[in-house]
């Protein structure tokens, strides 16, 4: 009855013509439609050229804009920051801590919404920035709904949008692409959790899957990881869609343990997953199957350090508010920037030292704080 009522529940929110929960998800595991990251660097080597500057400027220290504002920019920041992880959090705190070291005066009008869910509210908030005349609209791309949205802001010059979130420039959009993709790249994260994986369980291993709500999300950093994994060796048991929300992932989880109580392995497609995982692991009084996070946020660290999370891959998250600000500088100076920008990863493990955790608490959270 449970799973009954979570998937009739995740249908009506979603909105979503695909069934969204199942046992055994096949899913096309190849990013159709996207340049992939690396791939669109070495093609276009001036755009690689444009990323390695803006990556070196995003280490820097800031130097403020050159120009003479005559008023105030605007700026509209739509984020899904309904969720555990402080990573949109962090963001918008980066992003105007950067832009007044800058010296860029600014008006930011952010609205919170859930990913997959509040479509009418995005909507409004995209249509209004279009009609407020703001001059920059950060979003993000998981949906083909989110697609519509943004072709939309595409065709008014007038707006220029930042995608959030995204680091694989869309094919069809060439010769019109956003101002900036930035995010941490889906793909080189996800490898580098592959790669754990594949050292920590080097003969064999029985895993579980639990992937974002259907969309870009699932397939960059759920079939992705499944594809790293050799088939031969690693055995997917059994996958879910989830609502992206801890309820959701925990009731999953215990179908998963249900059926495989030895399962060596759960791999989590976002904190709040994560987070449902280890409560359904800890209820089911496992101690020996390995919960993933992805993201490293403040509550991924705390349960590493508490035991309760085996490994995340860590962004150094003020790198995008930051990126995302000095491209705005670039911008106003019309200077050329960069399409596309990912910030940089680190793995965490519950091996990782107290020290060298401080320290990288202290590179991604420069802006946002170590205890925010």
Not at 15 to 44: M, Q, R
Not at 279 to 300: F, H, P, Q, R
Request: net charge negative; aromatic share 12%; glycine share 6%.
């Amino acid at each position: 009855m449970r799973n009954g009522r979570l998937l009739l529940s995740f249908l009506f929110i979603s909105l979503i013509s695909f069934f969204c929960t199942s046992k055994l998800v096949l899913a096309d595991p190849v990013l159709v439609g996207y340049w992939g990251y690396n791939e669109y660097l070495d093609l276009y080597p001036e755009e690689k050229a444009l990323t390695n500057t803006l990556k070196e400027t995003v280490r820097g220290e800031p130097v403020p804009l050159a120009i003479k504002q005559t008023k105030p920019i605007k700026i509209s920041f739509v984020y899904p920051g309904e969720q555990s992880s402080d990573y949109w959090q962090r963001n918008i705190v980066a992003l105007e801590s950067r832009l007044k070291a800058l010296n860029i005066q600014y008006e930011l009008t952010p609205v919170s919404t859930r990913l997959n869910v509040d479509f009418k509210e995005q909507s409004r908030s995209l249509h209004k920035a279009i009609e407020q005349k703001s001059d920059y609209l950060i979003f993000t791309l998981n949906t083909t709904r989110h697609r519509k949205f943004i072709e939309h802001v595409l065709q008014n010059p007038e707006t220029k949008i930042i995608l959030q979130n995204i680091t694989t420039p869309v094919k069809a959009w060439h010769g019109s692409q956003p101002l900036l993709y930035v995010g941490f790249d889906h793909v080189i994260g996800t490898k580098l959790l592959a790669n754990y994986f594949q050292h920590r369980f080097p003969e064999h291993a029985n895993y579980g899957m639990l992937y974002y709500s259907y969309g870009y999300l699932s397939t960059a950093r759920g079939d992705v990881f499944v594809q790293s994994m050799d088939s031969d060796k690693y055995t997917l048991t059994s996958s879910f869609y989830t609502e992206a929300t801890e309820e959701s992932a925990y009731a999953a989880t215990q179908d998963i343990l249900k059926d495989n109580p030895d399962i060596d392995f759960i791999y989590s497609s976002s904190t709040d997953i994560a987070l449902g995982a280890i409560d359904a692991i800890n209820d089911n009084k496992n101690t020996k199957t390995v919960i993933n996070g992805w993201g490293g946020g403040s509550l991924e660290l705390k349960a590493i350090e508490n035991g309760e999370l085996d490994v995340t891959v860590m962004r150094m998250t003020d790198d995008t508010g930051i990126a995302m600000a000095e491209a705005i500088k670039l911008d106003l100076e019309n200077k050329p920037v960069a399409t596309v920008y990912s910030g940089e990863f680190e793995l965490v493990t519950s091996d990782t030292s107290e020290e060298t955790l401080n320290t990288l608490k202290q590179r991604a959270f420069r802006y946002s704080g170590v205890e925010h």
